[in-house]
Structure formats: C-alpha cells, structure tokens
C-alpha cells in the first residue's frame, strides 16, 4: 500500500521528466522510468518532490536501499506530506527487503507525524500480523475501524485474525449493519462479504458463509476481466520456449542453492517454508517477487542464453541484499511453476518443491480468498478447477525435462506424516534430519501470506475434505473419491 508518484507543475522541465517517466513507468519499464530519472535528477537537486518520484521509480526496478536514501533525502528537503514517504520506506523493509522491525518503525514515525494515517495504521498492523503478535495487530486494524466506521478491509483484516464461535458476535453484526448501507463503496463492501464468509465458516455455518463468499467473489469479478483458459494456454506455451534455450552458469551463488516451492496458491507452500526453514542450513526468502517482475516472456520478449544469464546475475544481486548465506534458501511464491523453464535456465542448480492438495479443497481455499486481477480465476470455483489442470499439464512438461530437482509433495500427506514426509524431503536435499522442523510453529520469523495464523500453529487436520462441508454448492470433480 504507496503512494502513486507526485504531481508535478505542468510548465516545468521537470514535469517533462516526469511524464515520460510515468509514461514508461505504467507500460511495464520501470527500470528505464528510474534510470531516466538517475540521469536528470543534477538539474533538480532541491526539488523534494523531484527525489520522491525518483524513489518511487527505483523502488519498482528493485533498488531498494537507493529508493530509501532517496525518499530520505526528499525528506531533508521538507517534503509536503513527510508521512507518506515514511510509509513508502516501511514498505521498502517489509516487502522488499524483509525487515520488520525496520517497516514497523517506519510505520511508527508516520504515525509520529498524523495519529489518523489508516494507511500507516493498516500496514503497521499487518507487520504485528506478520510477526504473529494478534492482540498488537488487532489493536491497529480497530484504530481504523474507529477512525473510519465504513473501512471495510479494517473490518477484513480485524475478522482474519478473530476466532468466532457465534454468529451473533459483535464484531459479525457490526459487519452486517454496514452492508445495510447504501452509501458503502463496492470496494468496502467486498472486504466485508469476504469477512463475513470467514466468520460463519469459523461458526459451521457453511450455507450463510457460502452465500457471503459467492456475493464477494460475483463482486470482485466486476472489477477485472474475466479469466480465459485459452489465453492462459498461450502463456503457458511461451514459457516453453525456455526448454529451447541453453542453461545459464551453473555456479552456485554466495547465498547458496535456490529451493524454489511453487504449485498451487493455497496448496500448502507457506507450511512447507515454515518446516524447512526451521532446518540450520535453510534460510527463508518468503515470496519474492523477482521473476514475476522480471519475466521476459511476460514482456513480449524471446527467450535467449543473454536473457538467463543476465537474470541470474541480477537475481543473486536481489537475494544478496535480503537473505543470510546459507547452504539453501528458499523463495516461496507459487506461480513461479509458470516460470519454471525460465528460473531453471537461469539457475541450473535450482532445486524446486511443488505443492498440491486435493483440487476441491484448494478451489474452495482460493474461493474463501480476495485476490486481485493477476488471479482472476479466482472468482469461480469451475474456473480455478481448471486453472489446477492446465497447471498441472504444464507441470508434466517440466517434468519431462527437470524431473531429477522437481519434487512433488502433498499437502494431505505432509499434515498426516510430518516427520515421515520432511526426512524424505530432507533426504532429497541432501540434508540432515532435524527434528525442530517438526516445531516449525515456535518460529518467530515474519510470514507474509494468507497463511500466517496457520503456520503459527502445531499442525492440524481440519483442512482436509474441507470441501464436504459445500459439497451442495461444488461443480463435481472428474478425480477419484475421496
């Protein structure tokens, strides 16, 4: 949650700039929006808001240590607004460069400076989240709510974190009563139908709760384009193109060896994380957004040995900045089995964990889950099921060509047999059994998906055949029984 570059006087040189950097910026070239901002900025050194947009640009091209120091420079030049580019640096630390304890003091200094910032408030609360501090994190998402009575993803977030056991809770009528009101924006308004579903699923009221979801999900559909199988096949077929094209260096980086876990969203990948990186000789990169930014062929661009090897160069610069040397580390975000041709080009030596779950269970997960336009299967249950298949084909031609460091694991059989499950993934990876992977749930690290509250517990069977309870309202699945 930033803040769009700044406005700038329309008769300037500097507006110019400006333009053609916004103009760059918002076709996807970033990179060129922050270095045509580097390469002017000596005309403009007293320009506050001149160091603000350059800090901006840099931060999309993944500069972060030099978007801060220009968002601090832009601040020593007295900045209109100083709390907005303090929150812009704590996200820098929370989503980029992994440091909690930096972005919440970030977010503290915001609020130093205006007490009713909500986007501070939320993000800060989403750090104490993140770090599973729930009474500190409830804290801030009721400051919104009270500073804003119709903040619907207050109320989202305050729910997440909320165990009901009653429909008639409090925190559940108040919901109910803002929906009620006809001045809500739709935007509220889906949160809060999402936060409703949550509620009623914690109280097995399943029919309320899908009706809550199916409103949400209808919504949120409004707001982007339909999800087409066709032209996610097309996609699929241009990340082939990377089988065509020669392997990059196959030196291991000084971080050590890339252990990407991919597969489904909601399959069990932010568990499997939890559990390895409780192992000594595994650091956790979390979901890192690398080379879903940086994606050539999501770009238009053809796959080439220059391409790979300028990745994984600029990749290990990435991961250099973020993650301790180890002899593994992990980088968790699952829609990298899409790339999976493209990242194996680049890091030869990457290893890759691929997580599934029964197909109406994880459709569901996804389903009970607001996501935005990157995912817009995610609005129908039939869609998302197809979606899994078309994964699913393109996993088998992965596999064809990198079997040997693709291990796929199943999220039921990783929460049945924990221990049985982790020594042969350990084994795999060559690495010793440590039994503190199986207390994966005591870590303090900061975890920064919709699975936080989960993998702060020991593990737990409800999930599986969650799909039974909305058996009435689920297309039937062509798999065996189960």
């Known amino acids: 949650m930033t803040s769009e570059p700044h406005s700038l006087p329309q008769f300037s040189q500097l507006a110019q700039l400006d333009q053609a950097a916004q103009q760059a910026w918002r076709q996807g070239h970033s990179r060129y929006a922050a270095d045509l901002y580097q390469a002017n900025l000596h005309q403009f050194k007293q320009h506050a808001g001149a160091w603000y947009n ?6 999309h091209a993944g500069d972060f240590q030099l978007a801060i120091e220009h968002y601090q420079h832009a601040l020593q030049l007295g900045i209109d607004s100083p709390e907005e580019v303090w929150l812009n640096i704590g996200v820098i630390y929370n989503e980029g460069l992994l440091d909690n304890q930096a972005a919440s003091a970030a977010f503290s200094q915001a609020l130093v400076l205006r007490q009713d910032y909500l986007p501070a408030l939320l993000n ?6 993140q770090q599973g501090d729930r009474s500190a994190a409830a804290a801030c998402f009721r400051k919104v709510i009270e500073l804003e009575p119709s903040h619907g993803y207050g109320f989202a977030r305050l729910a997440d974190i909320t165990k009901f056991s009653v429909t008639n809770d409090p925190l559940i009528e108040a919901m109910q009563q803002l929906l009620t009101q006809p001045d809500v924006a739709q935007d509220d308004r889906i ?8 509620a009623h699923d914690d109280c097995a009221d399943y029919a309320a709760a899908f009706n809550y979801y199916r409103q949400a999900n209808a919504l949120n559909a409004q707001r982007m384009s339909p999800w087409q199988a066709a032209q996610q096949q097309t996609f699929a077929q241009a990340q082939k193109q990377w089988l065509e094209v020669e392997s990059a260096d196959n030196s291991v980086g000084a971080q050590g060896i890339p252990v990407f876990i991919c597969g489904m969203f909601r399959s069990g990948s932010t568990l499997l994380e939890q559990m390895l990186g409780a192992h000594s000789e595994v650091s956790t990169g979390g979901e890192l957004d690398f080379f879903a930014r940086f994606d050539p062929v999501h770009r238009g661009q053809t796959a080439t040995n220059t391409l790979a090897r300028q990745l994984a160069a600029d990749y290990r610069n990435f991961v250099s900045e973020r993650l301790p040397a180890q002899r593994y580390f992990t980088d968790k975000r699952p829609d990298n089995i899409w790339r999976l041709g493209l990242i194996k080009r680049a ?7 691929v997580t599934q779950r029964h197909p109406l269970d994880n459709a569901l997960s996804v389903y009970f889950t607001r996501l935005g336009a990157g995912m817009n299967y995610a609005n129908s249950i039939s869609d998302t099921l197809a979606f899994i298949e078309q994964q699913q084909q393109l996993l088998s031609d992965w596999q064809l060509e990198f079997g040997a460091d693709i291990y796929v694991i199943d999220y039921e059989q990783v929460v ?9 993934l350990l084994e795999w990876l060559d690495l010793p059994w440590e039994a503190a992977c199986l207390d994966f749930h005591q870590r303090r690290n900061s975890v920064r998906t919709a699975s936080v509250w ?3 517990q020991p593990l737990y069977t409800r ?7 909305y058996a009435e309202f689920l297309p039937q ?4 029984a189960q």
Do not use: M, T
């Open 347 to 353: 890091l030869p030596q990457a290893k890759f964990i």
């Open 477 to 480: 699945w062509p798999g065996p």
């Open 454 to 456: 989960q993998v702060r």
């Open 54 to 59: 350059c800090a901006f640009y840099l931060r």
């Open 463 to 469: 999930s599986i055949q969650r799909y039974k309870n």
């Open 416 to 424: 049945q047999q924990p221990e049985q499950q982790l020594r042969a």
């Open 124 to 129: 800060l609360g989403n750090c104490h989240e």
């Open 191 to 198: 949160d809060v139908l999402f936060a409703l579903g949550k």
